[in-house]
């Protein structure tokens, strides 16, 4: 996910590089930073609290938790009157206007946990509208209004279209739909990194692998969103779990899921994980890609073809979730999700119940109303939004060079 182009940004990257791309600490709130009581994750929202509280709630439906009123309500209070989301706004009584930055990704991603939650069915209708007037040309969409389209904004729209009831093919700008904007981003089977998508091409219209967005493509081709299911044997759209590129000419959105689903088989296929590196960093396992690679794999192929990710995943990824918070734990939640994973018993580690302490507790923990449940008391040890604003952050640096998107959630993450 493209973004925040801004010298806070830039300077968080320059940390962030300087770091440990899989642990790096998350930004903390600055000391007049106050943070809103229905807000999951303890990090300043400022990159990524649409996100991260979209990814919370969306991960909370998925498992059949009912999340909390107040959680619900700060997600569809920082709607704009045009039904586009920012990243965070913090006085949400205050009416947008051409300073406030809105996103595709924040508005795609609030689509999906609106849904998922249900009864706000103006919201969702205004916010699917707002995505349709900024559809670029090619069928696609980028980070911001008018921004060149990539992967991974046009995946998480995809995403938000489906779980509004919309049907992606018919969503089109100059005749084209949003898979034809992700079809342009597929890499021919000729080359080393072939059925791989691009996050968009360099300067020159080249295209260069991308894992995330492989991944993030991959889930938008099939039609499916953050929460993705697991490919069935009937499915139309499942594939045999080769690792070879198959397609000739211009693949259909079904070929071009497989030959990128087989793509991120091969990536995985040495050490069970994607690697991340950043610039004066050595690489790194990333955490949050393999989640996003393992969902995709399991919704294009069925749940036997993340096996191994998943199960580096179940063996290594609770360190990294604490620190990084609730669009971290949400990333493995929906990885669970896709490959039918008992999430409360995620290698050990209850993801429900760790997601939850993130924030106000939810409904199901009998504390509909109550305000933060003692759950939230771990707060400030569970971290906030690293998997958000890492991911979202990597990505604006990435597009900002020109080579593709980098991190997770996000996320936004992205995200790590």
Known sequence: ???RRSAAVLAAVGVLAAASPALAASPSPSPSTVLPSGLYGATDPKFD???????????QRTVSVTPAAKAVDWLAGQQCADGAFAAFRADPGRA??????????????????????GGHDSAVGKAVTWLKSVQNKDGGWGYTPGGASDANSTGVVVGALVAAGERPAAVVKDGRSPYDALLGLALPCSGDDGGAFAYQPDKKGALTANADATAAAVVGVLGAGLAAKAAG????????????????????????????AAYLARAVAKDGHLTSALAGAPEQPD?????DAVVALAAQGGADRAAKPLAWLEKNAAAWAKQNGP??????????????TDPRDFGGTDLVRALGATGPAPQAAGQAQSGDGPEAADRKDD????????????????AGVGIGFLLSGRRKRQHL
């Open 1 to 3: 996910m493209n973004v």
């Open 383 to 398: 971290g906030g939004s690293g998997t958000g604003v890492w991911w979202i952050i990597g990505t604006g640096l990435v």
């Open 233 to 260: 044997a009937g499915d139309a759209s499942s594939g045999a779990p080769g690792t070879g590129c198959a397609a000739t000419g211009k693949p259909t959105p079904e070929q071009a899921a497989a030959d990128g």
């Open 49 to 59: 609290g649409v996100w991260r509280q979209s990814l919370a709630l969306l991960a």
């Open 287 to 291: 955490y949050g890609n393999t989640a």
């Open 96 to 117: 947008c206007d051409a300073k406030v930055p809105v996103d595709t990704n924040s508005t795609a991603a609030a689509v999906q946990a609106l849904t998922a939650t």
């Open 327 to 340: 669009a971290a734990y949400a990333q493995l939640i929906f990885a669970a999700h896709a490959t039918g």
